[in-house]
């Protein structure tokens, strides 16, 4: 099993950047997907990026394409997400999430192993 602990986030004026961490215990963690939701008060928690095993391949949700980044260092069992341009939309607590799949899933109901979240607010 693995346990995952975010960090990174904080207030940010738009067009700013932050770069949130999501560090994981025990050894299994380059065997998992790794994804980054968020959940904004009254919504939701959605699919911002996952990576795969070995970090070849990304995916993105259309709102954070061009301006997220996500990467991993199975070396340091740390997925990273880098989030530029921001904007005040982007204000939510954000997740880092495990799930053992084959191939990265944007459902949230998909991943089994979640952080406690990071706040991220955006003022504009």
């Known amino acids: 099993q693995v346990q995952l602990v975010e960090s990174g986030g904080g207030l940010v004026q738009a067009g700013g950047s932050l770069r949130l961490s999501c560090a994981a215990s025990?050894?299994?963690?380059?065997?998992?997907?790794m994804g980054w939701f968020r959940q904004a008060p009254g919504k939701e928690r959605e699919f911002v990026a996952g990576?795969?095993?070995?970090?070849?391949?990304?995916s993105y949700a259309d709102s954070v394409k061009g301006r997220f980044t996500i990467s991993r260092d199975n070396a340091k069992n740390t997925v990273y997400l880098q989030m530029n341009s921001l904007k005040p939309e982007d204000t939510a607590v954000y997740y880092c999430?495990?799930?053992?799949?084959?191939?990265?899933?944007?459902?949230?109901?998909?991943?089994?192993?979640w952080g406690q979240g990071t706040q991220v607010t955006v003022s504009s």
């Open positions: 999430a495990a799930t053992g799949s084959f191939k990265i899933l944007t459902a949230y109901y998909e991943y089994d192993r």
């Open positions: 990576i795969t095993r070995s970090g070849s391949s990304t």
């Open positions: 025990g050894r299994t963690f380059s065997s998992y997907i």
